[in-house]
């Protein structure tokens, strides 16, 4: 983690927050402290307000400390209010038994792909994505047709804030690769993972956008190299974009978060 916020308290305390779901698991005092980019008794106090709260949830045997379940009511509003996937879950399902592979519905959490639903094919493959994990925009097929049909500014900011890890041989390693592969996903109105955050898992994907050519989400068909090829996941198109276009259709009155670029230049 290690950054510090400008935003006092409030975004301290968020930072904490992160910084105990990003373990995975429960946690101790120390281990917290050992990572924290705050000293000691601002880290203690931070943990003792978040814990009285019900922020955190502390367990006084194992004298660790894990989300609390206010943070579970808050992320189901969150779930419910800004998020497509109550709109969009009778479609995804549906587009998953039709095809039998994994579909993935997906958001831009500033520069970051925030998975917000997922449903798996008759056989599973496990994979990283999961309802409520993010991932890097510029290696995953959602990620790039949201950057893709963006606007200019958005995509510019977004781009400025990717790491360009490698993961794999497939991974796009730099803008100008990058930019240049948003430039096919214009033309074709789809996108692929070709192996670039994992190996062996590839996907075809679509931008979900409003009349106006706003990006709200995008789906994904995702499979493996052992199952398919992208040739394969390519015959997807079709009930892909038709299943788009109705999320789309339904999504129209729902009220977006408002995504610009001065918030994602602050992260």
Request: glycine share 8%; net charge negative.
């Amino acid at each position: 983690m290690g950054r510090v916020t400008g935003d006092g308290t409030v975004g301290k305390a968020l930072e904490v927050l992160d910084q105990v779901a990003d373990f995975g698991r429960p946690v101790r005092f120390s281990e917290l402290l050992s990572q924290s980019p705050f000293p000691k008794p601002t880290l203690y106090r931070l943990v003792q307000a978040l814990t009285n709260q019900q922020m955190l949830a502390f367990d006084p045997d194992r004298q660790t400390y894990a989300p609390g379940l206010r943070l579970v009511r808050l992320a189901h509003a969150a779930w419910e209010q800004s998020t497509l996937a109550p709109i969009a879950r009778p479609h995804v399902e549906a587009l998953s038994r039709a095809v039998d592979e994994t579909v993935h519905l997906a958001q831009l959490d500033h520069a970051q792909v925030l998975y917000v639903d997922k449903r798996n094919a008759g056989q599973p493959v496990r994979m990283y994505s999961q309802a409520g994990k993010v991932g890097p925009a510029y290696c995953t097929g959602v990620g790039k047709v949201m950057l893709a049909f963006s606007d200019p500014d958005v995509i510019d900011a977004i781009i400025a804030q990717q790491s360009f890890h490698v993961f794999t041989p497939n991974t796009l390693t730099g803008p100008e690769e990058l930019r240049a592969e948003l430039a096919d996903i214009r033309a074709n109105g789809y996108g692929f993972d070709r192996e670039e955050h994992e190996p062996g898992i590839i996907c075809v994907a679509m931008p979900i956008r409003s009349e106006t050519g706003r990006v709200l989400g995008a789906l994904s068909v995702t499979s493996t190299t052992r199952r398919t090829n992208l040739a394969g996941l390519e015959g997807y198109v079709p009930i892909l974009r038709d299943t788009v276009e109705k999320i789309s259709t339904e999504a129209q009155n729902w009220s977006f978060p408002h995504y610009d670029r001065k918030e994602t230049a602050g992260m």
